[in-house]
């Protein structure tokens, strides 16, 4: 059963930089692609960004384009998520997720992490 758990969030002003962390265990790990989505209070959960594991070809939402970057260390099974230029829309529970089909822009997945919290302060 493959787990994933994330690390990283917190509390940081508008303008500053956060690096989430997402490390996958339990079995044999090779999904098509890892992703990081998001929730914020009484909004759907979105998708954020995603990288395919084996090339490593990255997605991004519109709204974190230029501002966000995601990557993977094969060797580690762990997927970052870079968060620069942070905004105060950018407040949200972040889920690390996984899954093995090809459509990644979605947030249809096959595993989530149980969720770490950021908060970006104006």
């Known amino acids: 059963q493959v787990q994933l758990v994330e690390s990283g969030g917190g509390l940081v002003q508008a303008g500053g930089s956060l690096r989430l962390s997402c490390a996958a265990s339990?079995?044999?790990?090779?999904?098509?692609?890892m992703a990081w989505l998001r929730q914020a209070p009484g909004e759907e959960r979105e998708f954020v960004a995603a990288?395919?594991?084996?090339?490593?070809?990255?997605y991004y939402a519109d709204s974190v384009k230029g501002r966000f970057t995601i990557s993977r260390d094969n060797a580690k099974n762990t997927v970052y998520l870079q968060m620069n230029s942070l905004k105060p829309e950018d407040t949200a529970v972040y889920y690390c997720?996984?899954?093995?089909?090809?459509?990644?822009?979605?947030?249809?997945?096959?595993?989530w992490g149980q969720g770490t919290q950021v908060t970006v302060s104006s």
């Open positions: 990288i395919t594991w084996s090339r490593g070809i990255t």
């Open positions: 997720a996984a899954k093995h089909s090809f459509v990644v822009v979605t947030t249809k997945y096959d595993y």
């Open positions: 339990g079995g044999t790990f090779s999904p098509y692609a």
